[in-house]
């Protein structure tokens, strides 16, 4: 099955439009799995049908615009985090909800920093090292290691709430305020 | 720096989409360059070079 580049368009937008609709309906009823098996399902079925696009979907140009739309999109990010970050921790006082959302603006922009420093230095060492493979790995490596710090800390359960009697009690020094479900 | 993309197209009577085809670039990218709103890369200049049977030096005039 041969596509052409707006064909392929067509079904592309098509198939995000059917998405948005699923996953925002299976997120209100609380049902994350089939978001998740849907996004693999779906992203496999583009890769399918980008491979059989007749022509070239994206050259050098769309590459260059790319990486400086990119490159912009990540700084406006992060100053509009960071702004916003300030602003909901001295707000946070007024309401306590605005502390993991400043926390949560903060640690996605040092993420995303981190990450452009990671691939960054990647690209920019790979053309030059004979080791493609060691330095490839090492790079892995590193990545699994910063997911696996920052999993280890949002899931450990170290500051959190937990429910005891009947009350949400703190454990250790949750940055953000007691659940209002109630604590059965 | 200016190019003689679009004087050497027309004269070999070929379109936009058959020159992107045979340089491997998209349509769009022909367009920016015959406008002299991109600077290609030297393989895209050897590319479209090729498909215009000339050279690079040739086909883009560098200005001081």
Same mark, same amino acid.
């Given at each position: 099955?041969?596509?052409?580049?707006?064909?392929?368009?067509?079904?592309?937008?098509?198939?995000?439009?059917?998405?948005?609709?699923?996953?925002?309906?299976?997120?209100?009823?609380?049902?994350?799995?089939?978001?998740?098996?849907?996004?693999?399902?779906?992203?496999?079925?583009?890769?399918?049908?980008?491979?059989?696009?007749?022509? #070239?979907?994206?050259?050098?140009?769309?590459?260059?615009?790319?990486?400086?739309?990119?490159?912009?999109?990540?700084?406006?990010?992060?100053?509009?985090?960071?702004?916003?970050?300030?602003?909901?921790?001295?707000?946070?006082?007024?309401?306590?909800?605005?502390?993991?959302?400043?926390?949560?603006?903060?640690? @996605?922009?040092?993420?995303?920093?981190?990450?452009? @420093?990671?691939?960054?230095?990647?690209?920019?060492?790979?053309?030059?090292?004979?080791?493609?493979?060691?330095?490839?790995?090492?790079?892995?490596?590193?990545?699994?290691?910063?997911?696996?710090?920052?999993?280890?800390?949002?899931?450990?359960?170290?500051?959190?709430?937990?429910?005891?009697?009947?009350?949400?009690? $703190?454990?250790?020094?949750?940055?953000?305020?007691?659940?209002?479900?109630?604590?059965? | 720096?200016?190019?003689?993309?679009?004087?050497?197209?027309?004269?070999?009577?070929?379109?936009?989409?058959?020159?992107?085809?045979?340089?491997?670039?998209?349509? $769009?990218?022909? #367009?920016?360059?015959?406008?002299?709103?991109?600077?290609? @890369?030297?393989?895209?200049?050897?590319? #479209?070079?090729?498909?215009?049977?000339?050279?690079?030096?040739?086909?883009?005039?560098?200005?001081?």
């Amino acid at each position: 099955m041969e596509l052409t580049f707006k064909q392929y368009n067509t079904i592309r937008l098509i198939v995000v439009m059917i998405l948005a609709m699923i996953i925002g309906n299976m997120i209100v009823l609380k049902n994350f799995f089939i978001p998740i098996i849907l996004l693999v399902i779906s992203s496999l079925l583009l890769i399918y049908l980008r491979k059989n696009v007749k022509g #070239v979907i994206a050259d050098e140009r769309d590459y260059a615009m790319g990486g400086k739309a990119a490159f912009l999109a990540m700084q406006v990010y992060s100053w509009v985090a960071v702004a916003g970050m300030f602003l909901f921790w001295a707000f946070s006082d007024i309401n306590p909800f605005y502390k993991p959302i400043a926390m949560t603006l903060a640690f @996605s922009t040092c993420i995303l920093m981190l990450l452009y @420093s990671v691939i960054f230095r990647y690209y920019n060492k790979i053309n030059l090292t004979d080791k493609k493979l060691i330095y490839s790995v090492f790079v892995l490596a590193l990545f699994l290691a910063i997911f696996l710090v920052f999993s280890l800390r949002l899931f450990s359960g170290e500051d959190n709430w937990i429910c005891q009697n009947g009350q949400w009690v $703190e454990h250790g020094h949750p940055s953000f305020p007691a659940p209002t479900t109630n604590c059965d | 720096m200016r190019n003689k993309i679009k004087e050497l197209r027309t004269k070999m009577n070929i379109t936009q989409e058959e020159l992107a085809e045979k340089a491997g670039v998209r349509r $769009e990218t022909i #367009v920016f360059l015959e406008q002299d709103k991109y600077n290609p @890369s030297l393989k895209l200049a050897h590319d #479209v070079a090729k498909s215009l049977k000339t050279t690079i030096d040739k086909l883009f005039i560098f200005e001081n």
